[in-house]
C-alpha cells in the first residue's frame, strides 16, 4: 500500500461539476493498493498517517500530529500510484488491486481514521473521473509505504 500525504490548508473532490468533499486545514491522501495488501497494511498506515508530525509548532519545526490540531483528511483512490513506466510510453497498471478489493480497504482506510483515531476523514468516489483541488502547505508532501 502506497500513500502520498500532501499537508494542506484546503482541498476539494469534484465529481460532475459538484463538490462531493472538501477540508481547510489538513492532509490529501492519494491512496494506492497493489495486490498483496491486506488488512494489517491499511491499520498500519492509517497508525502512520495520525501519528506522523508534519505540522510546524512554534518554533517553526515539524513536530505537530494531525491529531494534535484536530485537522480533517482529505482521501482520494490513486491507482495511478501502482503504474509501471518501465517499458515503452504507455503505463501499465496490473500492480494495482482489483477494484473490488481495492474499494474495500481504501474505504476501511477512513473507516480507520474516523472511527479509531477521531480524525475527520472525507472519501473521494471510488472508481470515478475526479477532479481534485489543492493548497499545498509548504509544500509539504511525504510518501508512505506499508511494506
Do not use: W
Not at 499537508?7 to 468533499?21: G, I, P
Not at 495488501?37 to 498517517?49: F, S
Not at 481495492?102 to 472508481?127: D, P, R, S, V
Request: aromatic share 8%.
Amino acid at each position: 500500500m502506497r500513500v502520498i500525504i500532501q499537508r494542506a490548508k484546503a482541498a476539494s473532490c469534484t465529481v460532475d461539476n459538484k463538490v462531493v468533499s472538501e477540508i481547510k486545514n489538513g492532509y490529501l491522501l492519494l491512496v494506492g493498493l497493489t495486490h498483496t495488501d491486506t488488512l494489517k497494511d491499511v491499520e498500519y498506515l492509517a497508525k502512520r498517517i495520525a501519528k506522523i508530525r508534519l505540522f510546524e509548532d512554534e518554533n517553526g519545526k515539524m513536530n505537530k500530529s494531525i491529531l494534535e490540531l484536530n485537522y480533517e483528511i482529505l482521501s482520494i483512490s490513486q491507482f495511478t500510484l501502482y503504474a509501471n513506466t518501465l517499458k515503452g510510453n504507455r503505463p501499465s497498471f496490473t500492480k494495482a488491486m482489483a477494484s473490488k478489493e481495492a474499494k474495500n480497504l481504501y474505504e476501511t482506510l477512513a473507516k480507520i481514521l474516523n472511527e479509531e483515531y477521531h480524525i475527520k476523514t472525507f472519501n473521494g468516489i471510488f472508481g470515478e473521473y475526479m477532479e481534485i483541488s489543492l493548497i499545498n502547505d509548504g509544500p509539504v508532501t511525504i510518501t508512505l509505504e506499508s511494506k
